[in-house]
């Protein structure tokens, strides 16, 4: 579960992926170089079977691989897998494990071979364990469902089986033409028994490198809480020849000095910077590298305001008043209000509070899933939602969903959804204004600039007679603790929340639009704040009916486009319903200075192995990086990524036996 803090905008939106040919130079030092940058948030563990936050991705990712990976193009290409082979159903998965990849210690000492018996015990812990990530898998490896809920207590009824030391094979409960990209994903990572047993409690403490072992590019050296993670390249990696790097060094930055960034780019102790072209200095910075600022691609990771329909907790209000806490209640569980909250966010405004005006809408976006993510023939996902919500009300008319515009912000049609919210919330007794909280963490400048922005709109719109905006402002842990690391649905305090972001796990709808069935207990409380299937709030908005829509979407595994035909239906009842709020892509389409070979660092659209965060071909040069050599760049990649994929899928016919 890719769950996102909000500000990961700043510290993780990294250049995108590919190779320059007009830069020539990356170093004039036979030496390798360290990647240096920074990262946001502590991880809880380094137990990466088991969580799927970001947080843990950042300090593991480089240091364990999983069955494939991914290449410049966003291809799937062997990692611990040498190859693989499908059967004719579609329902057998057999990897052959790689010969000679081992396991090493955090000294770099080897440990054992990674064999096949490895994977088939991070399944066994992830189930045991009850990873947060087993959303993933639960339903779709057979029998695995039933050993988790105890139906079955003997694992090896699971379909998962080491058939020799070097032989795994994956027996799926239905047809999953996606799943190897879920192999790119940490719960289906290899986990070394021995070890983790011989650790005990101690295994993936959060800060200790010695509780984990490691098969990667690098090997986890230090982690400081909110100081520094530091990594040296792993010299006995199988693949050592592809990694370009000595190490990896990233500093914790909590959003409150965005000029550091640029400051220490400038000194020489970052290779980039993301730059804020809403900061004081910037037009300084603007003037020293006014050939050298270009804007990275727009990533597949949504950040938006979350609507919670159950809040229990007030620890952190403005409401004075049980009256006003049970009138935001009633608001929030009417699809009209809810509306005209959504058009009434100004999103060009929103991310031109960290983009500048320039590039604001360059990071809009207007559906949760990202809308050229797929394709039907020659119709993208976005195209085949436009299509589905003609069916819906007249607001929904000439709306474009197209990234990089605000397609959703329409003060007329905020105006009139709030009319008739107004008249039915009135005849239940509901009393105005309605207050709604949103909390923020003071420290990061540009999310408290973001949420005032979102404050502004919503009032000028709609009138502060109607609607408040209460910013509740506190320090980082008590926003984690109310949001991003809550306990409970009833640890949820906000009313709206934009301190969540979601990026997707796998290649498929699926991965953005699952995670809002009411039976997906850990993110309903973290994105509506409830995590009951049979809440009333649920069944009062209708989200059983978006369950229905989803499982018949779900059950469609022969024909693609059949199946992207009915993730539409469900995505234009999310976006009609307004129950999450997209807002603004959380990596890319970012302003950045840089001295990384534009493009050379892994692609992709899902997973753990993506290039902000995964940094094994990642190469380093002197000259910072000029608009011009950028653009360039990215034209040979878009053009070398084009043919590699179509080369891809014609090979892929070749694994199915």
Not at 200 to 229: E, Q, R, V
Not at 291 to 302: M, R, V
């Amino acid at each position: 579960m890719k769950k996102n803090r909000i500000f990961f905008t700043v510290g993780t939106a990294l250049l995108a992926t590919g190779v320059l040919a007009a830069c020539g130079s990356s170093s004039s030092s036979s030496a390798p170089k360290t990647y240096s940058y920074v990262y946001t948030a502590d991880p809880e563990t380094l137990d990466y079977i088991v969580s799927g936050k970001n947080s843990t991705v950042v300090a593991t990712t480089n240091s364990v691989d999983g069955l494939l990976t991914n290449d410049k193009y966003g291809n799937l290409v062997p990692g611990m897998a040498e190859s693989w082979t499908v059967s004719q159903d579609g329902l057998t998965y057999t990897y052959k494990i790689r010969e000679g990849a081992k396991w090493y210690t955090s000294d770099g000492e080897e440990y054992a071979p990674v064999t096949a018996k490895d994977f088939v015990t991070g399944i066994k812990h992830a189930a045991e364990a009850k990873s947060e990530a087993l959303y993933l898998i639960q339903d779709s490896i057979k029998g695995l469902n039933d050993y988790v809920t105890g139906t079955n207590t003997d694992f090896s009824n699971v379909g998962v089986k080491a058939v020799d030391d070097y032989t795994l094979e994956y027996t799926l409960a239905r047809p999953e033409p996606y799943w190897n990209s879920k192999t790119v994903y940490s719960i289906l990572w290899p986990v070394n028994e021995e070890f983790m047993k011989s650790k005990g409690s101690d295994w993936a403490k959060p800060t200790d490198p010695t509780s984990i072992l490691y098969n990667g590019p690098f090997i986890l050296k230090s982690l400081t809480a909110k100081s520094s993670i530091e990594f040296a390249k792993n010299e006995n990696y199988w693949d050592k020849e592809n990694v370009k790097i000595g190490g990896i060094k990233l500093a914790y930055f909590d959003g409150s000095d965005q000029e550091s960034l640029e400051r220490n780019f400038t000194d020489g102790s970052y290779n980039q910077a993301r730059l804020y072209p809403t900061s004081s200095n910037y037009a300084k910075v603007e003037e020293n590298y006014k050939d050298n600022i270009f804007y990275t691609q727009p990533g597949s990771t949504i950040a938006g305001a979350g609507v919670n329909i159950d809040r229990q907790s007030y620890n952190h209000t403005s409401k004075t008043t049980d009256e006003q806490k049970e009138s935001t209640k009633k608001a929030l569980l009417n699809k009209d209000f809810r509306q005209a909250i959504n058009f009434a966010i100004d999103r060009k405004a929103f991310s031109a509070q960290v983009n500048g005006e320039e590039g604001a809408a360059l990071a809009v976006r207007n559906l949760f899933v990202k809308p050229d993510f797929v394709t039907a023939g020659e119709k993208t996902f976005g195209d085949l939602v436009t299509e589905k919500m003609a069916t819906y009300g007249d607001e929904w008319k000439n709306v474009n969903f197209a990234d990089s515009q605000d397609g959703l912000f329409n003060a007329d049609k905020a105006k009139a959804e709030f009319a008739k919210a107004k008249e039915t919330l009135q005849a239940q007794g509901v009393q105005f204004p309605i207050h709604l909280d949103v909390p923020v963490d003071q420290t990061a400048k540009s999310s408290v600039s973001r949420v005032q922005s979102l404050k502004q709109s919503v009032e000028n719109v709609l009138g502060s007679e109607n609607v408040v905006v209460d910013v509740q402002q506190m320090t980082t842990d008590e926003l984690f603790n109310i949001t991003y690391y809550a306990a409970s649905a009833a640890a949820e305090d906000w009313d709206l929340s934009t301190a969540v972001a979601w990026g997707p796990d796998y290649e498929d709808p699926s991965t953005y639009l699952d995670i809002f069935k009411t039976t997906d207990s850990e993110h309903t409380k973290t994105y509506m704040g409830y995590d009951n299937p049979d809440s009333p709030a649920a069944v009062q908005v209708g989200l059983k009916e978006y369950d229905k829509l989803v499982n018949e979407a779900g059950a469609e595994t022969t024909n693609l486009n059949t199946r992207y035909e009915k993730y539409a239906a469900a995505q234009a009842w999310l976006t009609d319903s307004s129950l999450f709020m997209p807002i603004m892509v959380n990596n890319g389409a970012a302003p950045f200075i840089s001295r990384i070979v534009p493009f050379s660092e892994p692609y992709a659209q899902s997973g753990n192995k993506a290039g902000n965060v995964y940094f094994k071909t990642i190469e380093v040069q002197d000259k910072v990086v000029t608009k011009k050599d950028y653009e360039q760049a990215r034209e040979k990649w878009l053009k070398e990524k084009k043919e590699s994929n179509e080369k891809v899928q014609k090979e892929l016919a070749d694994h199915v036996k």
